[in-house]
């Protein structure tokens, strides 16, 4: 499993691209939301232009060629913190916390 955080850099957004850019950004998310390789995409409520991805991949050049995908990823318009880690408890009511 892996955590992704991902922040996009101000600085490298083309000006008066933002909204396009976000949309293509929110397309890309929810289609591998939807074929299985996120299980949690959000933003961060304390912190601006930063979110946050689950991921069940099976490896980490695999989750390199969905995160390539993302449209904030040439140029370098994101960081990516990518961090793997074994889920040891997941709580049976986890999906109830969706929007929250």
Do not use: C
Not at 59 to 79: F, H, I, K, P, T
Not at 84 to 99: L, R, V
């Amino acid at each position: 499993m892996f955590i992704i955080t991902e922040t996009l850099k101000a600085d490298k957004i083309p000006a008066g691209k933002e909204e396009e850019l976000f949309k293509q950004h929110a397309a890309w998310f929810t289609r591998h939301f939807e074929e299985g390789d996120f299980l949690l995409v959000g933003p961060y409520t304390d912190r601006k232009m930063a979110g946050i991805m689950l991921s069940p991949v099976a490896s980490r050049e695999a989750l390199e060629d969905v995160l390539r995908e993302d449209v904030y990823y040439a140029d370098g318009m994101a960081e990516y913190e990518v961090r793997s880690f074994t889920a040891a408890k997941i709580a049976a009511n986890f999906a109830d916390f969706a929007g929250k």
